[in-house]
Each structure stands twice: as structure tokens, then as C-alpha cells.
DNA sequence: GATTTAATTCGTATTTGTACGAAATATAGT
DNA sequence: ACTATATTTCGTACAAATACGAATTAAATC
């Protein structure tokens, strides 16, 4: 590779870390719940995907993970909402990425 | 799930599949090459990412089943592009997305 | 026809992702 | 204290992603 190595830019990794998040059909249909309808809660998410409860929790903490979804637990609830500033960032990315 | 099971929706599993090519920094960093620098050939791409040549080849079909980039082969060459008109797709339906 | 060049395909090891059910956690209400 | 509710965590199985080097392909040139 090119002489001195900084493998890939924040930038680059920024934007795979979101993608890698978005590449479930499971999760953008998370997404769009939670951006459409306000819905918030585990057990309303539950009732319009076709997995199982232990399988949403893994997806939610993916899009926790990568920062798109925030978690206001309150046990035994846990409030999910988008969280817009990492939103509005990875939004900013792709634009950025595909505007070319 | 609810009633009726068309689990996901197209337009969901277009952007999971287009997410999915732009999940690995890698490929954001060839994608990158591609639109910019109109750079085309595995040669070029290689001397400039730190990876095996038969990953890179592997990372440029993963692109190109997503339909991202087409390959023009001409033995022993290929010279690599952006696909556009599913680049134009892809950008339409992450814009649609983030929009909200 | 042997060699060189450019790239892909194959075989394979390791890691990561996706799914499930069972068990655990934590609070609220009886 | 017991039970019900909401959700997560654990254990685990299986599939897919990522990486590498070795072998293969296919045309161009010697």
C-alpha cells in the first residue's frame, strides 16, 4: 500500500460503522419505526417484526452500538428513539459520499 | 408479527443490500478511488490499500454483485467503474431515508 | 510454444452476524 | 413475599464475511 499507512480515514470508518448498522433489513425497518411512528418501546417494535425478542434486543444494541438509537431504560421498560445528532452526522456522510 | 407477512419491503431490502457493500472500509476507500480519481484497474487500486490482491479482487465483486461498479473486462485487464445509474438508486433511496 | 502480466478463483482459517429459547433482571402491583 | 410484565443477557448453532497464499485463466509478447 501507499507508502506511509493510515489505512482508512475516521471519515471512511464512519461511514462503514453506520452502514455495517443499516445492513439488515431488520434493522432499517427498526429505523423507520422509530423515525415514522414515534414508536418507542421493545414490545410495540415486537409486534411488527417476524423475530424473535431476544433476536430485536441483539438489533437494537447494534444500532445502540453505532450510535443511531438512544435507550431510555426505565425496567422494565426501555424507551428506543433515534438519536439525532449521530442521525443528522451519518446523514451528513453519505450525502457527502454519494454527491459526486 | 403483523397479520400479513411481507416481512420486509423492497425499498428496505435495497438499502440493507446497499448498505451492506458500503459496511467495510475497504470498499468506502475503492468506491472513493472509483469516483474520484476515475482510478480503474485492480493494479491501481491495489498499490493503494494495504490488503491482498485476491481480497481486493474479492471486495470489487461484493461491489459489483450490489451493482455499485461494473467491471469491463478485457483479459488480463478489467477496468473498474462506478455504476451510475444504481449509484444515482442508491443515493435516491439513503437521501429518501435520512430525510425525516 | 514458453513467458509475462493482470486479475480471478479456490481452498481454507478465523471472526463476526443472525437466530432462537431459556434464564435472568428489575420494577410494579397484589 | 409472590406474581406479572418488559426487556435483556446467556448459551449455542449455523451462516456469512474477511483475510491470505497458491493455483488458475487468458491474452500479449518473446
Redesign the interface.
Known sequence: ??VV?K??TER??L??KF???????????I??LL??DKCCYHREMF?????AKSTLSQHLKVLSDAGLIQGDADPPKTKYCIDTEN?GL??GL??G????
Open positions: 500500500m501507499d499507512d489505512p482508512y471512511q470508518k461511514i462503514a452502514s455495517n448498522a443499516l445492513a439488515n433489513p431488520v434493522r432499517v425497518a429505523l423507520e423515525s415514522t409486534s411488527h417484526l417476524p423475530i442521525w451519518a446523514k453519505f450525502l459520499f454519494f454527491d459526486r
